[in-house]
């Protein structure tokens, strides 16, 4: 339903990766796979969760006697070490191992670097350049002329866009050993059930504080911090960006529905935040 | 996230019926139950459905881990026949079998006769009446004047209100062999899930039309007849009254966050549908 009402694509979805198994990260998964079947959907789709996902989605499945016109492929996962469990041309997915009550996962999404975009008015000055040269343009190959005379890529193309980078780390207690991961991410949303007048209740159930969350943002240099699932305690979310921004300035508040664009083609705006 | 919409108490709810294994019936199960847990629920929560729900709903709460403060029982059915499954001093609840694609069975929830209530005012007039005597005039007992003299129960008591019966049938196909069952039943739910237009879909997926909703309402003398699980190819909810009212006319279209009141209390207005 969320999906839904942000207009998101079912077809976009091609991955789904559910950092561990208590009901609020998964007990919707099997509904929105059911879904999918019942939408026509033909692409396989690959789940990515703690040992324990394929039995829960299949039994019920099973119990629904339903047909699926595509593939369902689990990666079940139980190592406690950053591991890279996807890539693909354009990404590469790391776990970020957590800290919580039951086995969890972080996702670290890296882009690759791309090609480098070609510089058309610049190429249009030598006309012995074709069409089927383009390619090793971008892939970084120099020209050389019919004369022997040496074009330099950088004269015929323009850099790629920096290649972003966004961590998913949700529920973790503060675990300053991900900061290494971390370092540099363009984007990191961290959890932050708690502030820290209930420090004592964010170590016993393994979760963390909006000045917690900060701390890992601020060690890591990342360029933007989301903050999110909130004990509905506290009924005022202000409270945890005055928590978290005496440590980290960059803070955005999660909300539902609310859209958060990492954009890396306007300098200084890396991060733009806004609501639908 | 509708039974908060509707402010129905979440205390109030001890008993589950599920009327089969399809997603749209039973994936929201597991996070009602998980909530009950979160809250603090104290009290059993029995689950009656098809053979099959108890471990679909505990494989999931033990792959979370999670620790439930209350009694979860489960009574799965298997029956093809018409079973009482559930009785208290209030009501009677039997299964009605369907037909549908995976194993289905309705629910007919049935009223006991109430106490009958007390005449206040009569029982006034004769002083010899004790408080102690209440609890045999609501049972129907005449009262014996030490003089012998013997006064009617009716003439201290009021009837009692009349009981009152609720029958929930979906998903089915068109299944004349329930009427019997559903005989005089004051508020019948059936699915309507096409108009005679799909005729052909509805005999291929085992649902119905609007029109076989209505006449099973006829045929069983229902009080009233609510429509519901209207396939999203229909963008205009009146089709279904539209073709339900020519066979039986006191119908009732479901709707998200509708509340409708099954009255005893003022007579002829048995059924009061309002919107929240």
Known sequence: MQLRKCKIK???INQI???????DHFFGLVGLISTFG?????T???VFGPVGIADI???QLKATASYLGFTLLFHELESTQASLIYEDDKVAVHTIPLTHRVYTNGFLFREKIGERKLNISAINTYPEIERCDYQNLKNGRDYILEDGT???????????????????CSDTAYKPAIVAQLDQTDLLYHESTFLKDKQDLAILTKHSTAEE????????????????HYSSRYPNKKMFLAEAQPIFKNVILSEDEKVITLDNKVPETLVVAHQN
Chains 1, 2 share one sequence.
């Open 38 to 42: 019942l939408l026509g959907r033909k």
């Open 150 to 168: 040496i074009i330099d890529n950088e004269l015929l193309t323009f850099n790629p866009l920096k290649p972003l980078s966004y961590a998913y």
């Open 10 to 12: 079912f077809s976009s």
């Open 57 to 59: 989605i299949r039994l």
């Open 44 to 46: 396989d789709l690959h």
């Open 17 to 23: 990766f559910i950092s561990h198994l208590h009901g």
């Open 213 to 228: 969350a900060a701390k890992i943002a601020k060690a890591a240099n990342v360029g933007g911090l989301i903050l999110g």
